[in-house]
């Protein structure tokens, strides 16, 4: 019965994980139809990417046994996180593909580094500890990035940026892998996937408090929604604006 429950969550975390990695779709959509990446991003794609890969080798039976459906998920995980990057070095500034290039070629080292000693220099269980702790640490940081969406919220108290079907995918999605890591009595995935769930529930606490009060979405000239990064340029021009009408009425 434990094995059975093990592969269901296993499952449904993959599920829910793959719709995870789905979600920036229709960013990517506009960045295709503009040809252009505007003011989004492109750091949180090559970090998860890095998860991905850290996870999906950790995932591997001569790693660590009995967890082939993390790497499942994480593998294709990688995979699109990847066709995201490469859409970035198409359409970003240049500057901007200066610095994506740049931490792209970092975590490829990084990861490359890691499965080299793996192989080459640990085995058995401290090769398990080693690549467990790696993509443990790389996990809490990708779960941890919607930290700013959830500081937006509260300083706004408007959910507009926060889409209740993304927190909610998040949630479970953290919670499946949690239960999963628990009744394989693998703390390298309950650990970073409890911090996941944690803050999935956090988020589905403050959409309950926020949600009546979504606000107006600005619209762009292809009729989308204002996505989050450029939301916060938003955000810091009007305080910028308004400074300089206060510094204004000052000098008066």
């Known amino acids: 019965m434990t094995n059975f429950l093990h592969s269901a969550f296993g499952i449904f975390g993959d599920l829910t994980g793959l719709f995870l990695f789905l979600a920036p779709m229709i960013t990517f959509k506009r960045i295709l139809l503009n040809k252009s990446t505007e003011q989004f991003s492109g750091i949180p794609y090559v970090m998860t990417l890095l998860n991905c890969l850290l996870s999906a080798w950790y995932g591997l039976p001569f790693v660590s046994p009995n967890n082939i459906l993390v790497s499942v998920v994480n593998g294709t995980g990688a995979v699109i996180e990847l066709i995201y990057v490469l859409m970035f070095l198409i359409y970003a500034p240049k500057k901007e593909k200066r610095k994506i290039f740049g931490l792209l070629m970092i975590v490829l080292t990084l990861f490359g580094t890691v499965a080299l000693v793996s192989v080459l220099a640990l085995h058995h269980n401290k090769r398990k ?8 640490i790389f996990s809490v940081i ?14 706004t108290r408007s959910v507009e940026y926060m889409p209740f ?13 949690f239960i999963y890591g628990l009744l394989g009595k693998d703390p390298f995935v309950a650990v970073p996937n409890g911090f996941g769930s944690g803050l999935g529930i956090l988020q589905l606490i403050l959409y309950a408090t926020y949600c009546g009060n979504k606000g107006q979405k600005k619209k762009t000239a292809d009729g989308s929604s204002l996505e989050l990064g450029q939301a ?13 009408v206060s510094n204004q009425e000052d000098s008066k």
Request: with cysteine; glycine share 6%.
């Open 232 to 244: 916060n340029s938003d955000m810091d021009k009007s305080n910028l604006d308004q400074k300089q």
């Open 129 to 136: 500890v080693f690549c467990g702790f790696a993509a443990a």
């Open 142 to 155: 990708m779960y941890g990035s919607p930290l700013s969406v959830m500081r937006m919220v509260i300083k």
């Open 165 to 177: 079907f993304l927190s909610l995918c998040s949630f479970l999605c953290g919670t499946s892998w």
